[in-house]
């Protein structure tokens, strides 16, 4: 079946409803599923009492309005059969076995699959819900008459689609979720992967607040998605004002919310990713061990549901660059803490290792960047002096005058031991011991100046000189290795890329930088130049912020520019990371990754197949590169992401990419 990627869209909806007037409400909600065929809806629920209304009071009492809810509630599960093609969900009285319940019904495609009273009824303050019904524990029988055959009734049910395994719908009104265990707890830990909630619960100052806590708490304790359908402004206002607030929620994030206060019918609609609970459910073994303590027998009911057509457009936001946060509060935010998380797990190892002083590599790009002033202010944490830093710029044949620059105008501002140490003549040394003539160029007789010069004047097609390259990078982690403790200044997508050279910048004593995305890093250094420098150090370091990424191993040009760009050859690093994200955090396929990249809003616009070609890049990457990440020195997780041998990531470092690959489009088979 064509699941959309896994996606199963969903609705929160709310009548125009007209207290104790079954039929007027029942037309309204017809018309509302018809509106949810529209848009290629699979689940829409209804809230608490949607039928007959919430605040019907002691009319629900009377023999006439139990049973004209039942009658509509039969005509509607009649009519929607060729209106709607997914499940629905309503809530009415029903009266079973001399009681009555507060419930839920579930139908699809003219049929009723089962009935769900309400575990948890309150009965303080405004609440009244135990004056009327019974809880579900008090009910007798397990099967209800709706017409002339019976129907599943109780707590104890799932409703399994057969042709959508990962979509199992779990039922619970308004209270329940107020309640310490909740009955959604029990039926996640039961297989259930999509939550739905009947809710009338009104509207006091702050509890739209709470209650969008409580959804998205539930959500993520659960590992699934929650569909909270509250009752709108149409119930009665006598004491109580209601809002409508239709809240969508998925692993602890809340992916739609309505607006409150609206009048008329609400709909509210997005689109749940099942494949996310799935691969965390996978993950967690402390979900899958709460089984032994709460499993509970439940019966499944099962459907098979046909997925309405619809566009290809996605119902929910896809985030470009899922590391950084768009709300500038929060970006400010999750800055300041990843920031003290490397300053504190820094602080740590070198207490530990008796605060010796510090050897750092200070390129005048980013990543060092970070590090060198994460490196400061640990340092001054500790209350050591900042002279323990010995800091070095080691300029090479790529070098170019601005980086160099930066380096020393930020060593300068920052107050540590600062020198510089030019490695091209130890380079053209080992280059000749080897035997190696870099980029086909002789090196007898040759100067470090001469060579630099022919170097510069090398024509584009002939910048490719992998040896040439690693020297240089090997010659620094050499010369900071024999200088004491190395701070590490790699980050995360360099790292998924393998965009290190083996022993050289991948090595060092403890990494700072190791899980931080390249995305990320240019904001944590902005962020910290604006929150915790001045002065010459701030000027420099918004300077750095805003230089092209390069790892300067190459030549420059002849005008002494950057002629080795990085994302010329890994991918632009928003591309890098946002592969990185849902192919690591959620273990999505390649196909759903390039549907995801074709919804988000990246710096630039990319064809489809630039965004193909890029992810065959950072697959191919990715899998040919996981030896150099089996021995990463030390460093802080910060994120959801990481890959630490020792942590969150274990793979063979001779894994093959070959599934991955052809799941791009089917052609690539090396």
């Given at each position: 079946m064509h699941t959309h990627h896994g996606f199963l869209r969903v609705a929160a909806a709310s009548t125009d409803l007209r207290v104790a007037d079954p039929a007027f409400n029942a037309a309204r909600t017809l018309e509302l599923l018809a509106d949810a065929e529209k848009q290629g809806v699979n689940l829409a629920v209804f809230p608490e009492m949607g039928l007959t209304g919430y605040t019907c009071g002691d009319l629900f009492h009377s023999t006439t309005l139990p049973h004209a809810a039942a009658i509509e509630l039969h005509q509607l599960v009649t009519q929607a059969r060729g209106v709607f093609r997914g499940v629905a969900v309503v809530g009415l009285p029903v009266a079973v076995d001399g009681q009555l319940f507060n419930a839920a019904a579930v139908f699809h495609a003219g049929d009723l699959l089962g009935v769900v009273p309400k575990s948890y009824l309150p009965n303080y303050k405004e609440f009244y819900d135990a004056r009327y019904y019974s809880p579900a524990a008090n009910a007798v029988s397990r099967e209800v008459r709706f017409g002339s055959r019976p129907v599943p009734f109780g707590t104890d049910l799932l409703f399994a689609c057969s042709n959508l395994p990962d979509f199992v719908l779990g039922v619970e009104i308004c209270e329940d979720l107020w309640a310490p265990v909740p009955p959604s707890s029990v039926q996640a830990l039961a297989?259930?992967?999509?939550?739905?909630?009947?809710?009338?619960?009104?509207?006091?100052?702050?509890?739209?607040?709470?209650?969008?806590?409580?959804?998205?708490?539930?959500?993520?304790?659960?590992?699934?998605?929650?569909?909270?359908?509250?009752?709108?402004?149409?119930?009665?206002?006598?004491?109580?004002?209601?809002?409508?607030?239709?809240?969508?929620?998925?692993?602890?994030?809340?992916?739609?919310?309505?607006p409150r206060f609206r009048p008329g019918n609400q709909f509210l609609v997005a689109d749940l990713d099942l494949d996310r609970f799935r691969h965390d459910r996978m993950q967690s073994n402390t979900f899958n061990d709460a089984r032994r303590d709460f499993a509970e027998p439940f019966r499944r009911v099962p459907f098979g549901l046909e997925v309405s057509p619809r566009e290809p457009k996605l119902l929910r936001a896809v985030d470009a660059h899922p590391f950084v946060p768009k709300d500038p509060a929060t970006l400010k935010d999750r800055c300041d803490e990843i920031f003290h998380t490397q300053l504190a797990g820094l602080a740590k190892r070198l207490h530990h290792a008796g605060t010796p002083a510090v050897s750092i590599g200070v390129s005048g790009g980013l990543d060092s960047t970070l590090a060198l002033i994460v490196t400061c202010k640990t340092m001054d944490a500790l209350g050591v002096p900042r002279d323990r830093v010995k800091a070095v710029t080691m300029p090479g044949f790529g070098t170019t005058s601005r980086t160099k620059g930066n380096a020393h105008a930020l060593m300068t501002a920052l107050g540590i031991s600062a020198r510089e140490a030019d490695i091209r003549a130890i380079c053209l040394d080992q280059m000749k011991a080897l035997g190696h003539s870099p980029f086909g160029l002789p090196l007898d007789g040759e100067s470090v100046e001469s060579l630099s010069e022919k170097l510069r004047h090398l024509p584009a097609d002939r910048r490719n000189d992998l040896v040439f390259e690693n020297v240089q990078a090997r010659v620094r982690t050499s010369l900071l290795m024999n200088s004491g403790f190395v701070i590490g200044t790699g980050d995360l997508s360099e790292l998924a890329l393998g965009w290190t050279t083996y022993n050289a910048d991948h090595m060092s004593m403890y990494n700072p930088n190791v899980s931080i995305p390249k995305t990320l890093v240019k904001f944590l250094v902005t962020w910290a130049a604006e929150n915790e420098f001045d002065g010459d150090a701030r000027r420099t370091l918004l300077d750095i912020a805003a230089t092209p990424v390069s790892p300067e191993l190459l030549p420059t040009s002849a005008t002494g520019e950057i002629a080795q760009a990085t994302e010329a050859t890994v991918g632009p690093y928003e591309l890098v990371d946002f592969f990185l994200y849902h192919t690591l955090r959620w273990g999505a396929d390649p196909a759903k990754v390039l549907f995801l990249a074709s919804h988000a809003k990246f710096g630039r616009d990319y064809t489809p197949a630039e965004v193909r070609d890029w992810l065959r890049v950072f697959l191919k990457r990715f899998f040919a590169n996981q030896f150099k990440r089996s021995c990463l020195p030390d460093g802080p997780k910060v994120g959801s992401v990481s890959l630490s041998p020792r942590g969150d990531w274990r793979m063979p470092s001779d894994a093959v990419a070959a599934a991955w690959l052809v799941g791009i489009d089917g052609k690539d088979k090396d």
């Open positions: 297989g259930a992967t999509v939550l739905a909630n009947l809710s009338a619960s009104n509207e006091v100052i702050g509890k739209g607040g709470y209650r969008r806590e409580l959804v998205g708490g539930q959500s993520g304790r659960c590992l699934a998605g929650y569909v909270y359908a509250a009752a709108g402004v149409g119930e009665s206002t006598t004491d109580l004002v209601f809002g409508g607030h239709h809240l969508i929620a998925e692993n602890g994030t809340i992916v739609a919310e309505a």
